[in-house]
């Protein structure tokens, strides 16, 4: 027994031995022993945490782009069919054919130039007035983004985005010259157009280094989100020259040239009504916040000013027309275009409303006073609207909604008077280029090939005479 009780004292007092250095050298041993396997563990937080972070970039990045791609397809959207439907319903049925033909010819030469040239010397780096042939045939445009100008989404998907606004552009031109052109000359015209006028235009407001780029730091910061002074000052003000140019169509204003089927025209400006959504939205370049804030600006502008146009007529004739209404909701477009990312919706709202009033004045009481025969309304809606629209920027302007100013005040009634100024520098260099340009572009035109189809052929209709084809058998 006491054998027994030795040997148990020798094993606990063995064992307790054995296990005091195990405890005195335990903090540090497990400090020292679990070092690496603690900073491996931290090693793959870390390196959990980044791979999460590049997932929801490149979650970003994918949202950005999917919705920049339905935007470039929402504003092809609005040339064909939205303005081809919304033109082709206001000419006599013996030019309805011609006048779907232009928008949807524009379509495809627009493109091949964009690819070839017309994208380089828009958004290539150049002066601050032209851009350079850094891009030409879309050189150095691929998947990759280009900080520049959008750092979520592919530099080509910026590209075919842009190239929508080049298509519609022209195409607003049409409306002016509606009935009485060759189709050769117009295809000419327009080559030439996009690139004297839009390309300098387009690189001087949206280009870098341009001299009216606001968020590139322009010698005279211009705002236009989407396309004021570049799309819609551009267009009127060429339709304008080219309709003085032109003459009026053989009877008018005479002979009565109502719209043939005014029900195209509803469904091409309620088309227009849904692409200009990524026209404008689309130009936030992601689908962040601002893009919803443009979106619902756009969407206020159009109806207020549709309200407008329509309720003036009404107090004038007795009764709102549906071309009256759907005019006014494209007049509120353009108007709203420059501002829609940088105004709150009841700014859009005063916008809208402005531009529908005056634009409804400006085709139904001025156009008749100065005679001149702009047939469907091109300079009236888009020239004026524009106008209006740009200058209306520089006043609701908030940075509460864009601080493109690196926070400081935008617009006049946020504080910054001095920006209703930049925006009429940038809108009588609109008026500038789109006017001595495209009059110096319809006379080479006209002395190498001729504009203005034969009287006998304007009096047969241009969908015969021109293309060989009618519209209507009935």
């Known amino acids: 027994m ?114 070839l040239v017309s994208f380089s010397l828009a958004f290539g780096r150049g002066s601050p007035f032209i851009g350079g042939f850094g891009y030409i045939f879309l050189r150095g445009v691929g998947a990759a983004p280009n900080p520049a100008y959008a750092s979520t989404i592919p530099f080509e998907t910026y590209m075919i985005f842009q190239l929508m606004f080049a298509i519609i552009t022209p195409a607003l031109i049409c409306g002016a010259f509606a009935e009485r052109m060759k189709f050769s000359a117009m295809v000419v015209f327009t080559v030439l157009w996009s690139l004297v006028v839009y390309a300098p235009m387009a690189h001087m407001v949206w280009g870098q280094g341009g001299w009216l780029n606001a968020s590139g730091g322009g010698s005279f910061p211009t705002l236009d989100f989407a396309g004021g002074t570049v799309v819609h000052i551009t267009s009127g003000v060429s339709a304008l020259v080219t309709a003085l140019y032109l003459g009026r169509r053989i009877g008018y204003p005479e002979q009565p040239m109502p719209p043939h089927n005014v029900v195209l025209s509803f469904i091409g400006a309620c088309l227009l009504w849904v692409g200009w959504f990524g026209f404008n939205a689309g130009s936030a370049l992601s689908a962040g916040p601002l893009a919803t804030s443009a979106f619902v600006a756009t969407h206020f502008g159009a109806a207020a000013a549709a309200v407008g146009w329509a309720g003036a007529e009404w107090i004038r004739n007795g009764k709102p027309s549906v071309l009256g209404a759907i005019s006014g909701a494209v007049a509120g477009l353009v108007a709203i275009t420059p501002a829609a990312g940088f105004v709150s919706p009841i700014s859009a709202l005063i916008i809208g409303l402005v531009a529908g009033l005056v634009c409804y004045g400006m085709v139904t009481r001025v156009k008749a ?73 319809l006379k080479v035109v006209d002395a190498v090939i001729g504009l203005r189809v034969p009287p006998e052929h304007e009096l047969q209709g241009l969908d015969i005479s021109q293309h060989g084809e009618e519209a209507y058998n009935l």
């Open 369 to 441: 006073r100065l005679g001149y025969d702009d047939s469907l309304d091109a300079f009236g809606v888009h020239g004026v609207g524009g106008t209006v629209g740009a200058l209306l920027t520089g006043v609701f302007a908030a940075r509460a909604i864009n601080p493109i100013f690196k926070g400081q005040p935008v617009g006049l009634l946020d504080g910054h008077p001095g920006q209703v100024l930049n925006q009429l520098v940038g809108v009588a260099i609109a008026w500038s280029l789109a006017g001595v340009g495209t009059f110096i572009i």
């Open 2 to 115: 006491r054998n027994g009780s030795a040997v148990l004292f020798l094993m606990l007092s063995f064992g307790w031995a054995g296990l005091a250095p195990a405890r005195c050298f335990a903090a540090p041993g497990v400090r020292g022993r679990t070092a690496p396997a603690a900073a491996s563990a931290e090693a793959r937080t870390a390196a959990r945490l980044t791979q999460l972070e590049r997932q929801v970039a490149q979650a970003r990045d994918a949202g950005d782009n999917a919705w920049m791609l339905t935007s470039a397809a929402l504003v092809l959207l609005m040339t064909g069919p939205g303005l081809a439907l919304f033109y082709g319903g206001l000419v006599r049925k013996k030019n309805v054919l011609a006048t779907l033909m232009q928008s949807f010819s524009l379509m495809a030469i627009v493109t091949v130039l964009w690819a």
